[in-house]
């Protein structure tokens, strides 16, 4: 079992940045592809990006690609989302997610998630 939480969220303007965080416990860490998802109010939730077990790997939304970045380190049990050049279309709560396949982008296909952290974005 995998319990993930997430920080860094918080209130930006346009064009600016945040670096979102996901600390994972358990020894089995390196066994989960790991993906961020968000939620914007009444809205369903979205795939955002996705990293393979090792890093090998990582898939984008096409709506985030060239601004945001996934990445992981598996000695530290930690999965990062560097979001760049941000939009007040971007705000949303984000949601770090567990999946033992990677290239899943759909919600349900994962197995543990967080209790998510709020990312404002002011134009």
């Known amino acids: 079992q995998v319990q993930l939480v997430e920080s860094g969220g918080g209130l930006v303007q346009a064009g600016g940045s945040l670096r979102l965080s996901c600390a994972a416990s358990?020894?089995?860490?390196?066994?989960?592809?790991m993906g961020w998802f968000r939620q914007a109010p009444g809205k369903e939730r979205e795939f955002v990006a996705a990293?393979?077990?090792?890093?090998?790997?990582?898939y984008y939304a096409e709506f985030v690609k060239g601004r945001f970045t996934i990445s992981r380190d598996n000695a530290k049990n930690m999965v990062w989302l560097q979001m760049d050049s941000l939009k007040p279309e971007d705000t949303a709560v984000y949601y770090c997610?567990?999946?033992?396949?990677?290239?899943?982008?759909?919600?349900?296909?994962?197995?543990?998630w967080g209790q998510g952290t709020q990312v404002t974005v002011s134009s």
């Open positions: 997610a567990a999946d033992r396949e990677f290239g899943h982008t759909v919600a349900p296909r994962y197995d543990y």
């Open positions: 358990g020894r089995t860490f390196s066994s989960y592809s």
């Open positions: 990293i393979s077990r090792y890093g090998g790997q990582t």
